[in-house]
């Protein structure tokens, strides 16, 4: 009779731990939720940005005859010009 009891009470006890529902642990990394994926703020920094592309009052370093007349005095400036910005080979 003891020893029924005993196991009657161990496996009562089994159950109720099994039922008592674990703490959700949560994965490092991402979080689901969509509102968690996207860059909040993201394009608000044009403080600083020296273009503004709305409208025609741009800061540009220098204009484009400004650039030929660079690229005409200086043959290795040229080079350099055409083999970043022009030559895809």
Sequence with gaps: MKIGLCFLVIGVLVLAIEAVPAPNRQKRGFRSGAGTRFSHGYGKRNDGFPYDYNTK???????????AQLLTKSDELA???????????
Excluded: C, R
């Design 57 to 67: 009052n741009s800061k540009h370093i220098f204009t484009t005859d400004e650039l």
């Design 79 to 89: 080079k350099a010009f055409v083999e970043t910005y022009i030559d895809t080979n």
